[in-house]
């Protein structure tokens, strides 16, 4: 039933995340297409002339990124408002009476908007990946590779741990594994935010977003003591993204019990 539980949740939700993706794919094309005005080759020394095209130019890339921030909260809100209609609403009666668990519920819903959010989190990696390897390749002196890009990324680390004693390996494992863990336990917090606001009598959608900021400030606020133990900067480097880690999915496990707990709440009801 878990199947297809996320079947269902798939078909309900693949319309605006391949609209999410579709608007990344445009958005990337036109932070490219601005990277070849004139203004760019006339800073790295190469020649062209300057004109109003290049204010255009930098305008595109304002944006860019102002569109990649939209597309990246907006496919959050949009899983957010989706999961409190479904779920603590009148649209969700028909979830409350289907024959399946409260977790198979949670997890359908977790899985999939953990998965769509991966999914866009994956595509703004490789916009900026794009864009910095033609702003690269337009600039320098001499044409880069896109792969030159890791090796300097990969020169960098290696210098630091030379510097500060921190290990670039952990580092980076670390950072791969908080991508990856993280787009599954960012939406448990949002969505066990939305699961507060339940145990208030009106505005329960408003004061859902409120507890979720104020769990994301709090959280925040653990991590910084955590890392303020740090003695040096190699320390700090090497318990940051652990730290970080850690407390996110403590928080998630905790958010989870407290979904867990309003959902069987909202089934007694039905």
């Known amino acids: 039933m878990l199947g297809k539980l996320i079947k269902h949740e798939w078909i309900g939700t ?12 445009v958005i990337t094309f036109l932070g ?43 496919i959050r809100i949009y899983l957010c408002v989706r999961f409190y209609r479904t779920m603590y609403t009148d649209q969700g009666y028909l979830t409350h009476t289907l024959p399946v668990t409260k977790n198979q519920i949670l997890v359908s819903k977790l899985l999939v908007s953990g998965l769509w959010t991966l999914l866009v989190q994956l595509a703004v990696y490789l916009s900026f990946f794009i864009l910095l390897s033609s702003l690269m390749w337009i600039v320098a002196p001499t044409k880069y590779l896109p792969t030159d890009l890791f090796a300097a990324a990969w020169e960098i680390l290696t210098e630091l741990e030379e510097l500060f004693g921190f290990g670039a ?12 863990v993280g787009a599954f336990t960012s939406m448990m917090i949002l969505f066990g935010g939305v699961s507060l606001g339940q145990f208030m009598q009106r ?22 003591l955590c890392r303020s133990f740090a003695g ?32 069987n709440r909202k089934l007694n009801l039905v």
């Open 32 to 74: 490219w297409l601005s990277l070849h005005a004139p203004i760019w080759k006339s800073i790295s020394g190469m020649g062209g002339s300057v004109s109003w095209l290049d204010v255009f130019s930098v305008f595109t890339v304002l944006i860019y990124v102002m569109l990649l921030l939209c597309v990246t909260f907006g």
């Open 203 to 224: 505005g329960r959608l408003f004061l859902g977003i409120l507890f979720y900021i104020l769990v994301v400030v709090g959280k925040e606020l653990v991590i910084s």
């Open 14 to 25: 693949y319309k605006i995340g391949c609209l999410m993706m579709g608007a990344m794919g």
């Open 232 to 263: 040096t900067l190699g320390m700090y480097l090497n318990r940051n993204l652990d730290v970080r880690f850690i407390v996110d999915l403590m928080t998630a496990v905790i958010l989870y019990a407290v979904t867990y707990f309003m959902v």
């Open 169 to 180: 390996v952990h580092f980076v494992g670390m950072w791969m594994v908080s991508s990856l």
